[in-house]
C-alpha cells in the first residue's frame, strides 16, 4: 500500500506559525485529510480536502498541497494546539485508508 | 450530535477470539459508511476495516483478513467487529469511525482497549 511521510515533531514558539509536512508519492493527485489527537482523546477532523476545515475547527487552521508534499499550517500556535497530527489518504490501488505516522506538536 | 461508543474490549491469550461493539446515536446510520481504525500503546493509527452502509461491502487491512470479520446490525444501529486467531501485535485501542467526505473518518468515538498477552 501506499506509504505516507510525516515528521516525527515540530516545535514552535506560542504565537508562531507550526507547519507539518505529509509527503509521499503521489501525494499532489491524492486527497489528504489531517487530523488533530490530544493525548488520552479520539482523533479529530480538523482538515478535509488539504483545506477545508470542518466545521467549528478555528481559522488558524489551513491546509495547502505543492508537489507531493502536503501542510498543515496552524498560525499563532497556542498551547492547546499540542497534539499528535495525522495525514490520511486513500490507497490508490485499493481505497483502504492509509495515515501518517503522526507528528507531534509541541509549543515551546 | 454523532455519537459513537465502542465496548467489548478485554485481555485475551494469543489464539482466542473478542467481538467489538459500536453503538451508534441515531444519526443517519443506515446511510453511513463505518471504520474500524486501531492504535497499539504509543503508537500511530492503524486503519483495520471497513463497511459499507448495507453491508455488501467489507475490506481489511492485509495482517487482519481471514481472522477479523466486520459486520453491522443497521437496526440496532450497531457496528461489530469480530476478531478471531488473536495475536500480540493485535493489541490497541480499537476506535469505530464514520466515514466522510473524501475518504475521510469524520466522527469517531473513544474506543475500546484489546490487550492480548499470554
Known amino acids: 500500500s501506499d506509504v505516507v511521510t510525516q515528521p516525527p515533531s515540530v516545535s514552535v514558539a506560542p504565537g508562531e506559525t507550526a507547519r507539518i509536512t505529509c509527503g509521499g508519492d503521489?501525494?499532489?493527485?491524492?486527497?489528504v485529510h489531517w487530523y488533530q489527537q490530544k493525548p488520552g482523546q479520539a482523533p479529530l477532523l480538523v482538515m478535509l480536502?488539504?483545506?477545508d476545515r470542518p466545521s467549528g475547527i478555528p481559522e488558524r487552521f489551513s491546509g495547502s498541497k505543492s508537489g507531493n508534499t502536503a501542510t498543515l499550517s496552524i498560525n499563532k500556535v497556542e498551547a492547546g494546539d499540542e497534539a499528535d497530527y495525522y495525514c490520511?489518504?486513500?490507497?490508490?490501488?485499493?481505497?483502504?485508508?492509509?495515515f501518517g505516522g503522526g507528528t507531534k506538536l509541541t509549543a515551546l | 450530535q454523532v455519537q459513537l461508543v465502542e465496548s467489548g474490549g478485554g485481555v485475551v491469550q494469543p489464539g482466542r477470539s473478542l467481538r467489538l461493539s459500536c453503538a451508534a446515536s441515531?444519526?443517519?446510520?443506515?446511510?453511513?459508511?463505518m471504520h474500524w481504525v486501531r492504535q497499539a500503546p504509543g503508537k500511530g493509527l492503524e486503519w483495520v476495516s471497513f463497511?459499507?452502509?448495507?453491508?455488501?461491502?467489507?475490506d481489511y487491512t492485509e495482517s487482519v483478513k481471514g481472522r477479523f470479520i466486520i459486520s453491522r446490525q443497521n437496526t440496532r444501529y450497531t457496528l461489530y467487529l469480530q476478531m478471531d486467531s488473536l495475536r500480540v501485535e493485535d493489541s490497541a485501542l480499537y476506535y469505530c469511525?464514520?466515514?466522510?467526505?473524501?475518504?475521510?473518518?469524520?466522527?469517531w468515538g473513544r474506543g475500546t482497549l484489546v490487550s492480548v498477552s499470554s
Open positions: 441515531r444519526f443517519r446510520f443506515m446511510m453511513s459508511g
Open positions: 463497511i459499507s452502509p448495507g453491508g455488501a461491502k467489507k
Open positions: 490520511q489518504v486513500l490507497d490508490s490501488r485499493s481505497d483502504h485508508r492509509v
Open positions: 503521489n501525494i499532489g493527485s491524492k486527497t
Open positions: 469511525a464514520t466515514d466522510g467526505e473524501g475518504g475521510s473518518l469524520d466522527n
Open positions: 480536502y488539504g483545506s
